[in-house]
């Protein structure tokens, strides 16, 4: 890979910090610095992707009164998911191009349990669907119509997802529709949320209404376990936010949990997931990706290819909003 600039955006102190740097590749990068957001032995924690700290301050309460870390995550979500003003979540998330709302979301627990739904219409909260179909089917996803008539039968009630600002946005957006994402807001899309709770379990949700406007049908890599979520109780856990059609290429949650295995920390190993996507993409870096994990220990990492992604943590010692390291394409 050539040369490239590398910047810490963290404000988490001196230690691992490379600003403005040139490195020569990132694997170079890794290796130079320590992982920026160790929280060593501060168990339970929750991390999630962007500054949601209402999402993470109910998960943390879970957490706290020693819930599971199962309950911490759906618990977590689902404030963005019943929050309008979030319009890429849930209720109030931007529709496709032909006006709807669809939605996708997906859990796992420390067992290796999973359920997902997606291009699910009409219900606030697609996690909560998406653990009545890890708990309560022998199927791990189910979409669109047939997910939508599962969980009316589980007592979801059917809602309209548009709220008129949403609406009034894509009326304007059909004036010229040209379909072009913008960084950092039509991508700024998806809440993925790890935890670890008393009892050292791992597990994880992630819930998103995609990318704004897409082609009717679109689903991204957030329902998809492996690609935006993947939770392995004897090493870690990861997710990923941003443009999904690049982390379902390279199954990245999946491989970031692989990577710490191996032995690389959750900072290096998100670092080494984004390394990918940019090797597939030969420097043509015009979108956002970003990656969060943690592993058994109770460290955290994250990374992203464009600036502005943030990330958010709540544990014993409080909760922080930090900026993510990122790689600012040449
Ligand atoms: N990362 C969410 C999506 O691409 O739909």
Redesign the pocket.
Known sequence: MKRRKFVKNSGLGAAGIISASLVNSCAEATEKKDAPAAINALKPIVIATWDVPNATAKAWEVLDKGGSALDSVEQGVRMEEADISNQSVGKGGRPDRDGNVTL?ACIMDHQGNCGSVVYLQNIVHPVSVARKVMEETPHVMLAGKGAEKFAVEKGFQKENLLTDKSKLEWEKWKETAEYKPIINIE?H??IGMLAIDQAGNLSGACT?S??AY?IAG?????PIIGA?LFVDNEVGAAT??????E?VRTVGSFLIVELMRQGKSPQQACEEGVRRIIEKNKGKLDFQIGFIAINKEGQVGAYCIQPGFTYRTYSSEGHTNTPSMSHIPA
Do not use: L, P, Q
């Not at 990923?240 to 059609?245: K, N, Q, R």
């Open positions: 996708d991508n899309d998806t998103t995609g990318m897409k679109r689903v991204g890599d957030s935006g990923a936010t941003g443009v999904g059609e982390v």
